[in-house]
């Protein structure tokens, strides 16, 4: 194949790359919680990661998986490089809240509060089943093809991510380590 032909293939890939960005900054996001400043940045991580190494995207399979895939491990390296760190949180993320009553506004920011911190709290792999299935709208059969695990791994998963989220709002974090 010349070399023409090979810098043909490699833009294409990266067409395709670029049509993926607003399903892929989602997936970012619910993995890192809801965190826009840090989905962003594995966005721009992934990609980055991505185009580096394109070459080892094989030709035939789902570029799309290919790039969940590579973003899921990065966000997993990610996570256990700051288990050490701690995370940071911005408790003060303004949210587009429903209705005029200010009790009824307080609550929903609060129950979805906990809900963000929860999936931040979660172990990176229940995270990874919860943000694909819930937040990206897979089927489970395309979650497990793009963790690379069995579908009843991702029901499974699925299942105690669900309850985590449960037992977290309504327990609250100080009260998940006795759970």
Same mark, same amino acid.
């Given at each position: 194949?010349?070399?023409?032909?090979?810098?043909?293939?490699?833009?294409?890939?990266?067409?395709?790359?670029?049509?993926?960005?607003?399903?892929?900054?989602?997936?970012?996001?619910?993995?890192?919680?809801?965190?826009?400043?840090?989905? @962003?940045? +594995?966005?721009?991580? $992934?990609? %980055?990661?991505?185009?580096?190494?394109?070459?080892?995207?094989?030709? =035939?399979? #789902?570029?799309?998986?290919?790039?969940?895939?590579?973003?899921?491990?990065?966000?997993?390296?990610?996570?256990?490089?700051?288990?050490?760190?701690?995370?940071?949180?911005?408790?003060?993320?303004?949210?587009?809240?429903?209705?005029?009553?200010?009790?009824?506004?307080?609550?929903?920011?609060?129950?979805?509060?906990?809900?963000? @911190?929860? +999936?931040?709290?979660? $172990?990176? %792999?229940?995270?990874?089943?919860?943000?694909?299935?819930?937040?990206? =709208?897979? #089927?489970?059969?395309?979650?497990?093809?793009?963790?690379?695990?069995?579908?009843?791994?991702?029901?499974?998963?699925?299942?105690?991510?669900?309850?985590?989220?449960?037992?977290?709002?309504?327990?609250?974090?100080?009260?998940?380590?006795?759970?």
């Amino acid at each position: 194949m010349g070399v023409a032909t090979e810098r043909c293939g490699a833009d294409a890939v990266r067409t395709r790359i670029v049509a993926f960005l607003p399903r892929l900054r989602r997936f970012c996001r619910g993995l890192c919680g809801g965190d826009v400043d840090r989905g @962003d940045d +594995l966005l721009q991580a $992934a990609v %980055e990661r991505a185009l580096a190494r394109i070459e080892q995207w094989q030709e =035939g399979t #789902s570029l799309e998986n290919w790039l969940f895939r590579l973003t899921t491990n990065l966000h997993i390296d990610q996570f256990r490089s700051q288990k050490s760190k701690g995370i940071k949180v911005d408790v003060e993320a303004a949210f587009e809240l429903p209705g005029d009553d200010e009790l009824e506004r307080l609550e929903f920011r609060s129950e979805l509060e906990a809900v963000r @911190d929860a +999936l931040a709290a979660m $172990a990176p %792999e229940l995270n990874a089943v919860m943000t694909a299935v819930v937040l990206d =709208g897979q #089927s489970y059969r395309e979650a497990a093809d793009l963790l690379g695990i069995p579908i009843g791994t991702v029901m499974s998963r699925l299942s105690r991510a669900r309850h985590f989220v449960e037992v977290y709002v309504r327990r609250g974090p100080e009260r998940m380590v006795a759970a």
